[in-house]
């Protein structure tokens, strides 16, 4: 009785153990369909500069207004959250959060817009191009349209997100990570290439944008951590 109750304990504990030991295991690789609709949909911009005809120095700056459009869904989902409304109460029970969240995501918006678009603005300089021309591109007022439409949809996801809790919590910086990730890539390729190459850096910018979506669609967590956070766990 004694040997057999010495050896129970061992073997609940092995028991024990399997459930966490799943729960850390890794996640499954993404299907070979999510691959290629990945690829295909992140390099609809590559291929309309290339083969269509489309402007990059637009396409360029549609990308910068997708950054900042989509630090300002987050950064409006934080400022409800603040505001200590509960979206699951209805609209006019919110609204007073909702304004809250406008105003605070625009602000912050704003505030980074600024050392984020500044080295855009003097790339664009370098190269030789027209802000004139650029903002007459019909094209430019379709896509600032709909990444508006975007954001707002992205800002009320959000909000719902960050009402789960902690792990809604983790989910909204992990965006917010995958976002100045993204357009950190950008930056280092025009302070490191682009402005040396002009014109056709607007193309590499283009190809390393697309190529950094992919990678962030695919492997989201180790994207969002290639700008590691440096707090320690205690100022999070």
């Known amino acids: 009785m004694s040997r057999r109750h010495r050896g129970n304990p061992g073997t609940t504990q092995k028991v024990a153990a ?3 030991d799943a729960a850390h295991a890794p996640a499954p690789p993404p299907s070979a369909v999510h ?15 290339l083969f269509l005809g489309w402007s990059a120095a637009t396409l360029v700056v549609l990308y910068f207004a997708d950054t900042i459009v989509g630090m300002w869904a987050v950064f409006a989902a934080v400022g409800f959250k603040f505001s200590n409304a509960d979206p699951r109460q209805g609209f006019w029970a919110s609204l007073d959060g909702t304004l809250t969240g406008f105003v605070v995501g625009l602000f912050l918006a704003a ?30 007022r379709t896509g600032i349209g709909v990444i508006a439409s975007i954001g707002l949809l992205g800002a009320v ?3 719902f997100t960050l009402a789960d809790g902690q792990a809604g ?7 917010f990570a995958i976002l100045m990730t993204r357009w950190i890539l950008v930056l280092m390729l025009i302070y490191l290439l682009a402005v040396l190459l002009g014109r056709f850096g607007l193309y590499l910018i283009v190809l ?6 992919v990678w962030s669609e695919l492997a989201p967590d180790r994207f969002a951590q290639l700008i590691p956070d440096r707090r320690s766990p205690g100022d999070s």
């Open 35 to 49: 691959v290629a609709l990945a690829i295909i949909r992140n390099a609809v911009g590559l291929i309309g500069v």
């Open 208 to 213: 390393v944008y697309a190529a950094a979506s």
């Open 111 to 140: 505030v980074v817009a600024v050392p984020l678009g500044m080295p855009l603005v003097i790339f664009f300089g370098a190269s030789g191009q027209s802000w004139r021309q650029i903002a007459s591109d019909p094209g430019l």
């Open 169 to 175: 919590d983790a989910l909204v910086k992990r965006t």
């Open 157 to 159: 996801r959000h909000v």
């Open 18 to 20: 399997r459930p966490s």
